[in-house]
């Protein structure tokens, strides 16, 4: 490697005075040399100083050349790389000619401007190097062409080159896009406002219902896909849009082919030529179906929230009201209060649990009696039975009063008491049986669907005494029980222990598993 | 309290939750009103007004998750007066029927007793 001149290193102040013949295309800092690598393919030393020599005198260009005067050298330092700015060649050569290094320079280094310099060249022989991808030659006999050549291979190919990278740029950009516009499933669209032509992307055809995008070709076809209750909506946005320059963002719904309803969100802002004139519009859009559903879903939930608070806090109030009705005394309320509280907080803890989807019978019987299973005072059996919410938290309250009724005055006030809960499920009645209902009741409707019987017997506590007014368990039991399940309701003060029997019928609501 | 005397007043309960519909009966039995039902269900509302006997109606908007919309053409083409109860806003209420009273859930006894004593028939 030949060192022909120093790089100043960005040291030397001001611009050449001299031998500067050349001013287009130079450097930003006309006081830094641009370095330049030169592979410099030539047997002959005298030559090789003589090129070195006219080379120098390109005095905005710092050039390093590395001389080679073999094949094989010549080989090695392509597969090098170098990296070369130039090639410089002979083009007689004693073990090699200046052809073949052409094509092995061609085929490595395509970007590397690529010069002959030879004692002599026929006009034949130029043309074809020229044809296989020489940048120029010069003959040596002319050599003050060198510079000239050179000047404006580097120029060009630095062009060429900056070119190139722009454009590789360029399409990895268009590549990131693509794939960014994929994996977000975005669309892309571009509309011509003067011949209100459409186009596009695939995915932006999808979000409409269609596979293939020419067949949105047209504003006029893309309204057709849009729901009517929206077509006025999305012409005046995308008028306002173009018109005030403002970005258009939309959200509207569309009609697939098969006649389902989808939700697009289209962005975009108008595109405007030299003058400022909007020429068209250009954006993406959005399959927001999903959102909207889930947006929906939502505000159904918050409702259905509202409405159930509403009505726990009037089911609250009518409980204060009975219990306050039922209290024997003022002190007695707020325990009286407070238990049946807990008792639907109970209700709506395992409800939620099962995601209000309803739950079983024995789920509903454990919670109020399990600590007294357990203890063994109690047992509770039957088949699988489905409760929708509603039966579940009236028969929990319904469980409550009895429980608590018991553990103050029957079979579980006394140490050997026990209550024995069991439920079965009956058939519906013979054709005979129906024959006679004529009216639709809950006679009706069990003879034809089957019943739930459901009993619970309290045994071994103290005499039961009946009470002389009926509280608000009894009510609920007798009243809003039967009411709610459309059954029969009988609870009975035995004297031998409190006795309660539900006939059930089976329908929605009650069903077993 | 209201100075309206309900006496003499019937009143059919369209209610679904048996402890609110219990809670109704209390308050409307303390001014002297006769009650009717309480109906739990749409198909059983429907069976009490062709039954008839009352003069005025209470109706929940939703019974067991089905809305109201046809007991409230039927007492509305009866020309029957009815208030309906609600846990939502005015918009859970049937379309048609939007001018009818309301009255939120949870109530005053007062709010009651004073809707039944505006909108009972003359």
């Known amino acids: 490697m030949a060192q022909v001149m120093e790089p100043s290193a960005g040291q030397s102040a001001g611009p050449p005075l001299s031998g500067a013949p050349l001013t287009d295309g130079g450097p930003a800092d006309p006081g830094r040399p641009i370095p330049c690598r030169v592979l410099l393919l030539e047997d002959s030393g005298m030559d090789a100083d003589l090129v070195r020599e ?9 050039f390093d050349i590395h001389r080679v005067e073999t094949r094989q050298a010549f080989i090695d330092a392509i597969a090098d790389g170098g990296p070369y700015d130039l090639i410089l060649s002979d083009f007689d050569l004693p073990d090699f000619d200046g052809m073949s290094a052409l094509a092995i320079a061609r085929d490595r280094l395509p970007r590397v401007p690529f010069i002959f310099v030879s004692g002599m060249l026929g006009e034949e022989n130029a043309i074809e190097a020229l044809k296989k991808g020489a940048t120029d030659y010069v003959v040596k006999l002319r050599m003050e062409r060198l510079q000239v050549v050179v000047r404006r291979a580097l120029v060009e190919s630095r062009d060429r080159n900056e070119l190139a990278d722009k454009r590789a740029a360029l399409a990895e950009s268009e590549a990131r896009l693509r794939f960014a516009l994929e994996a977000g499933r975005l669309g892309s669209w571009e509309l011509t406002l003067a011949t209100k032509r459409l186009r596009v992307s695939s995915i932006c055809a999808a979000n409409l219902g269609l596979s293939d995008p020419s067949e949105i070709s047209t504003y006029d076809r ?18 306002q849009a173009v018109s005030s320059g403002s970005p258009l963002d939309m959200e509207y719904r569309t009609i697939w082919p098969d006649g389902s309803v989808h939700w697009v969100q289209v962005r975009g802002r108008a595109v405007y030529d030299k003058d400022g004139t909007p020429t068209g519009l250009a954006g993406v859009s959005l399959n927001i179906t999903d959102r909207k559903k889930a947006e929906e879903r939502q505000l159904l939930l918050l409702e259905e929230l509202n409405h159930r608070v509403k009505n726990t806090l009037a089911m609250v109030q009518s409980i204060a009201r009975q219990t306050l009705r039922a209290a024997p005394s003022v002190e007695a309320f707020p325990d009286a209060f407070q238990s049946r509280l807990r008792a639907l907080a109970q209700a709506h ?23 007294h299973v357990d203890a063994g005072r109690v047992r509770v059996g039957g088949p699988p039975v489905n409760l929708t919410t509603g039966v579940a938290v009236s028969l ?7 429980a608590t009724n018991a553990a103050k005055y029957g079979a579980l006030s006394a140490e050997n008491g026990r209550i024995d809960l069991d439920w079965e499920i009956t058939p519906p009645a013979g054709p005979a049986a129906r024959d006679g209902a004529g009216h639709a009741g809950p006679t009706a409707s069990r003879a034809a669907t089957g019943a739930l019987v459901l009993r619970w017997r309290e045994s071994g506590g103290p005499p039961v005494v009946p009470p002389t007014r009926r509280g608000f368990g009894s009510r609920l039991i007798e009243r809003g029980l039967a009411h709610e399940l459309e059954g029969d309701v009988a609870l009975a003060f035995d004297p031998a222990g409190v006795r309660c029997r539900l006939v059930i019928p089976l329908s929605s609501r009650v069903n077993p598993q | 309290m209201t100075d309206a005397n309900l006496s003499n007043l019937t009143v ?23 009650c009717i039902g309480p109906a739990g269900s749409v198909s059983a509302a429907l069976e009490m007004i062709e039954a008839g006997g009352f003069d005025i109606a209470l109706l929940d908007v939703n019974l067991r998750g089905e809305r109201v919309d046809a007991v409230a053409d039927r007492l509305a083409a009866s020309g029957i007066p009815f208030i309906f109860t609600t846990g939502h806003g005015a918009e859970g209420l049937p379309d048609a029927h939007r001018a009818r009273p309301v009255i939120g859930k949870p109530f005053r006894d007062l709010d009651i007793t004073d809707a039944l004593a505006r909108h009972r028939p003359r």
Do not use: C, N, Y
């Open chain 1, 54 to 62: 006219h080379l120098k005198m390109i005095d905005d260009h710092a």
């Open chain 1, 349 to 371: 803890d395992l409800l939620t649990r099962r995601h209000w989807q309803g739950a079983s019978l024995s789920e509903i019987a454990a919670l109020t009696l399990e600590p």
């Open chain 1, 222 to 239: 893309l309204l057709e896909l849009v729901h009517p209750d929206d077509r006025a909506h999305q012409q005046a946005m995308v008028r």
């Open chain 1, 396 to 402: 929990h309250l319904a469980f409550h009063e009895l």
């Open chain 2, 12 to 34: 059919l309960i369209v209610e679904d939750e048996p402890l609110i519909a219990m809670s109704l009966e209390d308050a409307l039995l303390d001014q002297g009103v006769t």
